[in-house]
């Protein structure tokens, strides 16, 4: 069966470190989303791409960048750590056109800055 | 821009009880509209969907109806089980960009 996953699932970082998020689908969907979620805030977009090379910045995409190297997977790098990014992390994936496709979510990593 | 208001939570109902969790939307064109649910300390998982206006979703017993004339999508279920307490969200997809606007979750509490 078709999928998405994440890895780490849970993460401790100390303040100023690179951290990587790794975010795999094998649904061969053109599209990739990674949100964060946070209390009271919901769902936030931070990054997505609707295909290989092609990247796009969300809401809260200060701190954060991606890139896309092929249709599976979609790498979050945070390039130094702060604590307000201590935060839960999805990725999501769907297909492309205007069909009202859906978004399948991966289970998340719970990133911890210290 | 585009936009989901969804009723703020937590909702604490009894089992068999009546649900509704309203949510209403701000968007150009013509939107899709989900609700999604999650479990604690999963991701979120599609419940139902509707893509064009009157249509009514449904999935587990819950339903919602597209209303366009006042831009609604309320989830409804005629009576809850404890095993459907989570998170729902509300969320709009516009039809160009496939980008996804969530509403900021309502949280279900459903007691034995």
């Known amino acids: 069966d078709a999928e998405i996953t994440q890895s780490p699932r849970h993460k401790i970082t100390e303040t100023g470190r690179q951290v990587t998020l790794a975010c795999h689908q094998t649904?061969?969907?053109?599209?990739m989303f990674w949100y964060r979620q946070d209390l009271g805030h919901g769902l936030r977009l931070i990054h997505y791409?609707?295909?290989?090379?092609?990247?796009n910045k969300g809401e809260v995409s200060d701190g954060y960048s991606v890139s896309r190297s092929n249709t599976e997977d979609l790498p979050l790098t945070l390039e130094s750590a702060a604590s307000s990014q201590t935060s839960v992390y999805f990725c999501?994936?769907?297909?492309?056109?205007?069909?009202?496709?859906?978004?399948?979510f991966g289970p998340g990593t719970r990133l911890t800055v210290t | 821009g585009d936009s989901v208001t969804q009723m703020e939570g937590p909702v604490t109902l009894s089992e068999e009880a009546f649900l509704t969790i309203n949510c209403t939307y701000t968007?150009?064109?013509?939107?899709?509209l989900f609700w999604y649910v999650q479990y604690p300390g999963e991701g979120l998982q599609l419940l139902l969907k509707?893509?064009?206006?009157?249509d009514k979703g449904s999935n587990k017993g819950f339903e919602a109806t597209y209303r366009k004339e006042t831009t609604s999508f309320h989830l409804e279920k005629g009576s809850v089980q404890v095993s459907d307490s989570a998170v729902y969200f509300c969320?709009?997809?516009?039809?160009?960009?496939?980008?996804?606007?969530f509403g900021s979750g309502t949280k279900l509490n459903v007691k034995p």
């Open positions: 791409s609707y295909g290989v090379q092609d990247t």
């Open positions: 649904w061969n969907h053109n599209n």
């Open positions: 969320a709009l997809s516009d039809q160009n960009f496939n980008k996804f606007y």
């Open positions: 999501a994936s769907s297909e492309s056109g205007p069909f009202g496709y859906e978004q399948y």
């Open positions: 968007a150009t064109g013509y939107p899709s």
């Open positions: 509707a893509t064009k206006a009157d």
